[in-house]
DNA sequence: GCGCGTATGTTCTCCAGCGCACAGAGGTGC
DNA sequence: GCACCTCTGTGCGCTGGAGAACATACGCGC
């Protein structure tokens, strides 16, 4: 089946009226996405922002020790670089590629200087910014107080959320890192949802077999943010908010 | 003693140039809040905006079954009810008062239209925004990583940043809440403090004997959120960054 | 179609923190 | 000074997940 054939594109750019959408993209240019890639560090200044399609970013707060935690996933309904329109110039989070594919890049520099001019982008990064406040929020309390199966759902949710194919790129090692587990936790849980019949994977690839069901192992933190996140940035400037799962029918 | 004295006021309005502070204070009403006090329930419409003095708020983050966890606090280095700002009516958080004292309060539409008149306050609420992200990042990733006494330090640390006096009103039980543990296990942690003469309490009060010494009890955390919760929103616009603790002198 | 690197499966011990139940110990009000 | 309530101290057994050390299995490249 053709995969990626309805042209995902940023919501918050596709949001923007046609003034503004004009005079961003003469600055925007795409670029390739590989997982894996850090696009930036905590403490290092941003250079450029990405506004992703079909790729997937996920925001880590950094420890000392550890690896860094995944507190938020940054999709098609979002961007990275988020402080830099805050007027922060350097950023508190790592960045990384969690799933491969293309982003709409623009150098810092100039995305400040046209975010002036554009006050409906301005408007939507604001609440932007207040739904990943949200989402980070809701992953604080879910890292204390969920186990790690219920977890592991909601995050392989999430991913297939902001990528649209029910067949994601992770590996359990990858996925330990984001939910903070060993490895090893993450192998049990997902033999676990296996069993049950809610996903299958193999070296590297998982696969939502039951989509629903997999919602009823998640933890209630994945209905909680599905509500926020995809009210505060709709795709249309139609009145009424959009309900919580669009366009995620099998 | 003599508490309460150096007149401590919301640095986010100090940091305000006249014209814009004058405006703003017009609306602007001083309102005692009492420990305990809830000012915002997640879900609900903020009415509200507060800018602490002395007064110390924490946000939480709710979930299902469990009381909500803390991740954030809020005193006068900052403000409830910022989603209002970023232009989102309702809040994500519960904002409940952990600290007795006095805070400005402000009518919501009334600060939306002042908002709109104010750029500096403006751009101070869009770092203020970021800071408080970065504090709830880090936030997330401690609670995943940190013992229960580290992370009992580092709240203990952050409550008296943000009031002043050493002396803290915090029951065993209110900080179970914060930290998302049992009240047991802040018995246990906060009885590991006391003997090693970081902290004295007793009934409701607890006192921070050895600053330094709790510091180095606290995880890394705390040393990482001090320097960008203060370089954010410095009180002066002077050139250099402000050290990690300023005024914490005894 | 062989070999090697990476991904996953398995098992064991250890411990922080949970849940529960109850025992003091300060304060407050009458 | 008595009753009462709230805060703090303590002792269980239990368990999710950490750490560590392996065993297997898949698949790419040559």
Redesign the interface.
């Known amino acids: 089946m053709p995969a990626r054939q309805p042209a995902p594109v940023n919501q918050l750019l596709a949001a923007l009226p046609d003034a503004e959408g004009e005079r961003l993209r003469e600055h925007l240019r795409a670029v390739a996405l590989n997982s894996g890639e850090i696009l930036c560090e905590p403490g290092e200044t941003i250079r450029h922002i990405y506004f992703p399609d079909d790729s997937l970013v996920a ?1 880590l ?4 020790g ?1 690896p ?2 995944g ?2 996933l940054v999709g098609k309904d979002g961007m990275v670089g ?2 830099c329109a ?3 110039g350097d950023s ?2 790592r960045a990384l590629v969690q799933g491969s594919g293309s982003a709409l890049r623009i150098d810092a520099a100039a995305f400040r200087r046209t975010l002036q001019r554009s006050p409906c982008l301005h ?1 939507a990064l ?2 932007y ?6 989402q ?11 186990l790690v199966e219920a977890r592991l759902a909601r995050w392989l949710l999430m991913t297939r959320d902001r990528i649209g194919p029910d067949r994601l790129h992770l590996t359990h090692a990858f996925l330990g890192h984001m939910l ?1 587990v060993r490895r090893e936790g993450v192998t049990q849980s997902a033999q676990a949802l296996k069993q049950r019949g809610l996903i299958d994977y193999r070296r590297g690839t998982v696969v939502i077999v039951d989509g629903r069901g997999l919602e009823a192992a998640a ?3 994945y209905a ?1 943010l599905g509500k ?1 996140q995809f009210s ?1 940035t709709p795709a249309r400037p139609s009145p009424g908010r959009a309900p919580g799962n669009a366009g995620n029918a099998p």
Not at 61 to 64: F, I, M, N
Not at 129 to 134: E, G, H, V
Request: with cysteine; glycine share 4%; aromatic share 2%.
């Open positions: 925001l707060a950094p420890v000392d550890h860094a935690l507190v938020a988020l402080a805050l007027g922060v508190h989070m408007a604001q609440r910014a207040d739904s990943l406040m949200a980070i929020a809701q992953t604080a309390a879910c890292n204390r107080f969920h903070g933890c209630s933190c909680q926020l505060s």
